[in-house]
């Protein structure tokens, strides 16, 4: 008796090996597309507590800028003083191909750690059909939403 693979089982094996693939791809997209949004809204909560962290540490006005291309904290000694000083820089949500949905945004912790002039403030993220919405009170607590 011969060994070997018929191409009827060769080609039921290679469809079914097909179907599967197309099961399993657009899941694995979508899958992809929710992580990197809930990285994104991840990073901006954490930008926003380093900014409280920075302002209280170092006794000074941190300057937390939030646009869809960078994420920085700069610090300041006092409403006076025109120099800033960078103390954080991080690429921003487009960079891992999330769209920031909202307006770029600058909010200010004062050395008290309170947010100073901040609204209720909301980033949207987007990636396809994954969506996170990070919002900020005008205290400056940061929560993200579904």
């Known amino acids: 008796m011969p060994r070997g693979v018929t191409l009827l089982e060769l080609i039921i094996v290679l469809a079914l090996l097909g179907l599967l693939a197309g099961m399993v791809i657009p899941g694995s997209a979508a899958l992809s597309d929710r992580v990197?949004?809930?990285?994104?809204?991840?990073?901006?909560?954490?930008?926003?507590?380093?900014?409280?962290?920075?302002a209280r540490m170092q006794q000074r006005l941190a300057i937390l800028r939030i646009s869809a291309d960078t994420l920085a904290i700069r610090t300041v000694r006092g409403a006076s003083d025109p120099d800033t000083l960078l103390a954080w820089i991080a690429p921003g949500p487009s960079s891992a191909g999330v769209t920031l949905a909202s307006p770029a945004h600058t909010s200010v912790f004062g050395p008290d750690g309170l947010g100073l002039g901040l609204a209720n403030t909301s980033h949207v993220l987007v990636r396809r059909n994954a969506t996170r919405k990070v919002v900020v009170s005008r205290l400056g607590r940061v929560r993200i939403l579904p």
């Open 36 to 54: 990197a949004v809930e990285h994104q809204a991840a990073r901006l909560l954490t930008a926003y507590r380093s900014a409280w962290v920075t």
